[in-house]
């Protein structure tokens, strides 16, 4: 199967993904009678037994996949990163008063923002800036003291294009907590370095609509007495994970997407070593046209899931979007920070996808190229 078949285009977005033709495939076949129930997964009641097979396959596939050992419980949520920046320091902070954040974009800058309310003493032990080279890079991670409650992250950020290679390392005392959501599923995760991870579905693995945690079980503890019922993790645990009417379309694809990526992948090695060839022909093409493409990112942070960069200091972001719009390419529009375009990778991407993408980059550097040197000799005359 491929996009001309269904006469569809390239989507890029990097905020929610485009999902892959296989399983959209099933999405359509189920869409009047899902999983032999009689009923579309839009009508689902959401104890119905055939849906909660599918959801325990689905963490099955998950679990497999990623390589998540036991010791974790995973749960679906809803909303997104917007609820979890408060449900973290709620159910985390505990009898400690003291908090550790990374800021390496805007999600963290969210959190941070966020955690201010609950937390006492927040520290902010490393941040991102923009060096001598104009490209953005982070400050050294300071020591994380057993005061902290946790340390938070943000593995990739999107808007800004900047992912941890190496996840921050574990500190005595201190609980890790990773926003996973711009990265999960196209990348390994050391879990013996995390204890809580949440994944905003939309970016890599779903659609809009629930927030995926994982969390050691033994961490699950009475969290803030003004918690909120629907942000307590114990309450999680005592409905096992069923606190209200669950939003079952969204987990119904989250599901899909967990059983594809199993089945065409195995693990997420293999296809993180895939992915990251795909990236890194792209930078390729980006840094051989440096004068034309900007890099947003220094090299030793760059995301392979969403490439950031300008257009002649963005000033001809525009007109890129419209010839991409043209030659059947959408979603480059990076609306956290507009002054740059992005191109956004995950399991949709594919060998020919990311010939197309290579090949517009080209194109429309030569042809602006071109009109340079015409513009040059009629200023000559």
Not at 17 to 37: D, H, M, R
């Amino acid at each position: 199967m491929n996009n001309s078949q269904y006469k569809r285009v390239l989507n890029l977005n990097g905020d929610q993904c485009s999902l892959p033709l296989e399983v959209l495939q099933i999405i359509k076949e189920e869409w009047y009678n899902a999983q032999g129930t009689g009923v579309s997964m839009l009508e689902m009641f959401n104890k119905n037994p055939k849906f909660l097979s599918l959801m325990s396959k689905g963490e099955q596939a998950l679990r497999k996949y990623m390589r998540i050992p036991n010791e974790f419980k995973i749960y679906t949520m809803v909303g997104g990163q917007a609820v979890q920046v408060a449900a973290v320091p709620l159910n985390l902070l505990g009898k400690k008063e003291s908090a550790a954040y990374v800021m390496n974009g805007y999600w963290s800058q969210r959190a941070i923002d966020e955690a201010r309310k609950y937390v006492p003493h927040l520290n902010i032990v490393s941040q991102i800036y923009k060096n001598e080279h104009g490209k953005i890079t982070l400050q050294g991670l300071q020591n994380i003291e057993e005061q902290n409650a946790y340390l938070y992250y943000v593995s990739a950020d999107p808007s800004e294009g900047f992912q941890f290679k190496q996840q921050p390392k574990r500190s005595p005392g201190v609980i890790m907590v990773g926003d996973l959501s711009g990265d999960f599923s196209t990348r390994n995760i050391l879990w013996q370095d995390l204890d809580v991870a949440f994944i905003a579905s939309e970016y890599q693995c779903g659609i809009a609509g629930s927030v995926v945690l994982i969390i050691r079980e033994n961490l699950i503890q009475n969290p803030h007495p003004q918690c909120p019922y629907m942000l307590d993790y114990n309450v999680l645990k005592q409905t096992d994970g069923v606190p209200n009417t669950v939003p079952v379309f969204p987990m119904y694809v989250n599901c899909l997407m967990y059983q594809f990526a199993e089945q065409k992948y195995q693990n997420v090695d293999s296809f993180e070593k895939i992915l990251g060839g795909f990236s890194e022909k792209i930078y390729e093409v980006l840094e051989s046209y440096g004068g034309i493409y900007q890099i947003l990112v220094e090299k030793e942070f760059r995301s392979n899931c969403q490439i950031v960069f300008g257009v002649i200091g963005g000033k001809n972001n525009d007109e890129f979007i419209q010839k991409g719009q043209d030659k059947g390419i959408v979603g480059l529009f990076n609306k956290l920070n507009s002054q740059y375009l992005r191109i956004g990778l995950g399991l949709q991407s594919s060998q020919e996808n990311v010939e197309q993408i290579l090949g517009f980059l080209r194109e429309f550097a030569q042809d602006y190229q071109i009109r340079e040197v015409q513009n040059q000799n009629n200023q000559n005359i």
